[in-house]
DNA sequence: TCGAACCATCACACCTATGTGAAGGTCAAC
DNA sequence: GTTGACCTTCACATAGGTGTGATGGTTCGA
């Protein structure tokens, strides 16, 4: 598919995807033409990257855990340097800190929802954590 | 305490509390020179100002979820705007779903880090989700 | 009274992820 | 064969969080 299409059912800026290619995120091959020719693989691999961005990643990072993250489920072992998996273990500690704090900050709103929502008569439509 | 010791205790260079106080997510007695003037109390929120920006929060949606987030864990229930409530929802959700993705991809992260560390056979440190 | 170590403001610079538009090629349909 | 919808590259712009340095005031100890 062309850019275009790829753009769309991503829901990605065609600008975002050649930036994309540039930060060598993704490689399109090329038809005749010079158009931008992608396997329809690039629509997930675009999602789990914006999903990465999304989460806070960089590029520069995304681009060396991205080939561990096949979405066809199929883990390339092979040619993992000890590096690489540096970086990975390095970065999967960040990812949980990183979880870890949103989570808290998450409940503390939460709580704080669930206080003023609740403001003496509680409202039905959510329940509070101890009126449940 | 002054902005070099705040600095110090919260691991936060001098320029990023300026710029967090023109952003107005803290505020600064100043003292007869002029000196910005921290109260202890500081150390904890500059703490979480920078938990929340770490989790990828803008210093815009910050300053609002700040005031429910008294350290001190009395909660601010008053001047709740409806405004503010929705924005606080939207932002509980946004929260939510960003745990979700980066959680994903973690677990992601994981399982490769898992099967190239194992190659074969398993490591027991860190037990393979299909393994434990 | 001098120097060091603070503090102040101001301002320019950077990086990353984006937006936006100009100038021009390709191709299918009318 | 021209129009319109695609595509290309190039390039400048913006916003948010930072870095860095210039220039100068305050405080304190030697």
Redesign the pocket.
């Known amino acids: 598919?062309?850019?275009?299409?790829?753009?769309e059912r991503t829901g990605t800026?065609?600008?975002?995807?050649?930036?994309?290619e540039e930060?060598r995120l993704i490689v399109?091959d090329?038809?005749?033409?010079?158009?931008?020719d992608y396997d329809e693989f690039y629509v997930d691999r675009v999602l789990q990257i914006?999903g990465l961005?999304?989460a806070g990643?960089?590029?520069?990072i995304?681009k060396q855990i991205l080939p561990c993250l096949e979405t066809t489920r199929t883990i390339h072992v092979l040619g993992a340097t000890p590096e690489m998996i540096a970086t990975l273990e390095r970065e999967h500690q960040r990812m949980t800190e990183r979880i870890q704090g949103l989570t808290r900050n998450r409940d503390a709103v939460a709580g704080y929802l669930a206080t003023v929502r609740g403001e003496g008569r509680p409202d039905p439509t959510t329940p509070s954590p101890r009126a449940a």
């Open positions: 598919m062309r850019i275009g299409e790829l753009s800026p065609r600008r975002l995807l050649r930036y994309y930060q399109a090329r038809s005749a033409n010079g158009y931008r914006r961005l999304e990643l960089p590029t520069r995304i």
